[in-house]
């Protein structure tokens, strides 16, 4: 059906008459519109490249890509490349892998969601970013909401750490400390890196991760990296919860329920054949 439109969509596209500039055309609308196009059909976007592009400085590119992050239509991955993100309709690691993801996740996030009655998420990281795949709402009242398609800092979300304290310090230092990390805005200030670097030694001595309040007032989560078969980190879950329930739900034994629904996820990933694209 999908190829089907789209094919009926080109043919109708090619009988059209070439569309003129507007008179009155806003340049940065345009050009916000172009890197939607080169990220459409290239698939991947260096930030000196779309400068060229458009013929304006990277400082001008990195605003414009950086309002194209904020709003889904653009992620970035290892090598600071912007890729198509989850508001252009397609998957950053793998359309169809994070497709299958959830659905083998979900049952395990269902049946936590049950057992702490919080809300889980589960998510990847591109990059410095982490992206929202799925949502499992509590029944509170008063609860963390649906975070699907939401894209967040990976250094600041309790998943986006789970998994950034699983790389290389060599990959850390060109994520948060690199001159691309700069021009981004993603990079650590040196008053606070040698902090993050020994929150991540702690995050991989505990094997989970915490947010405090790191990307929402009032909201606190713990959370867990995910694993294939053969040990590589595939994406992250977590449990999200009022800042006010999360001592209570931590000694009741939260680490340990969620340690129980990994175990059994795992198993699920390990057992199936996709792989992250």
């Known amino acids: 059906m999908v190829a089907t439109v789209g094919k009926l ?29 080169l990220l459409r059909d290239g698939g991947s976007l260096r930030l000196k490249d779309a400068a060229n592009e458009l013929g304006v400085a990277p400082s001008t590119a990195h605003r414009l890509l950086a309002m194209l992050v904020y709003r889904g239509f653009a992620v970035q991955d290892e090598s ?40 889980v998420n589960l998510m990847i990281r591109v990059g410095t970013k982490v992206r929202f795949l799925d949502t499992v709402e509590s029944t509170n009242v008063l609860r963390v909401g649906d975070r699907q398609g939401t894209v967040l800092p990976a250094d600041k979300a309790s998943g986006g750490k789970a998994m950034l304290a699983e790389l290389d310090p060599a990959m850390i230092d060109q994520l948060f400390r690199s001159q691309n990390a700069e021009i981004g805005g993603d990079s650590i200030p040196d008053a606070e890196y040698a902090a993050f670097l020994r929150e991540l030694e702690t995050v991989r ?26 040990g590589e980190v595939v994406g992250a879950f977590s449990v999200a919860t009022p800042v006010a329930r999360f001592r209570r739900l931590f000694d009741a034994g939260l680490v340990g329920v969620m340690l129980e629904t990994r175990r059994q996820l795992e198993i699920d990933i390990a057992a199936n054949p996709a792989e992250p694209g």
């Open 9 to 37: 969509y080109n043919s109708a596209m090619q009988k059209l008459p070439l569309q003129k500039k507007p008179t009155y055309s806003i340049e940065a609308v345009d050009n916000a519109l172009q890197l939607l196009q």
């Open 80 to 119: 600071r490349r912007y890729v198509p993100g989850p508001a252009m309709g397609a998957g950053p690691a793998g359309l169809s892998w994070t497709r299958l993801l959830r659905e083998v996740a979900r049952p395990h996030m269902e049946l936590l969601c049950s057992r702490v009655n919080e809300t």
């Open 205 to 230: 001595s505990n094997g989970f991760a915490a947010n405090f309040e790191g990307t929402e007032e009032g909201i606190s989560a713990l959370g867990m990296a995910l694993h294939n078969g053969k």
